[in-house]
């Protein structure tokens, strides 16, 4: 379902299905034991706004026009779940 909700937002050339393993320190795992999931990691790296340095780098700046973009797939997964229910059986 995620995948096909990105792909019609920015398009299925943009879609990176794995990516380099990372040591986050997330609880997510937890969550997903309860609940099926996934983590989404949403591209914001702007040089020109200096949006350039990773989340948890004290020199991390927020490109503020990523946020809207974020607020939007969050919305896009919530109505697709909605209209096709908890299996997700979408087609891309």
Not at 42 to 53: C, F, K, P, W, Y
């Amino acid at each position: 379902m995620l995948l096909l909700v990105v792909g019609r937002m920015v398009g299925n050339e943009a879609l990176a299905e794995e990516a380099e393993p990372v040591m986050p320190g997330e609880d997510f795992a937890f969550l997903a034991q309860k609940a099926p999931g996934c983590m989404v990691f949403l591209g914001i790296r702007n040089e020109t706004a200096g949006s350039v340095h990773a989340l948890h780098n004290p020199a991390f700046t927020m490109d503020e026009e990523q946020l809207q973009r974020g607020a939007a797939l969050h919305t896009a997964i919530a109505f697709e779940y909605l209209r096709t229910g908890s299996e997700g059986k979408t087609e891309l």
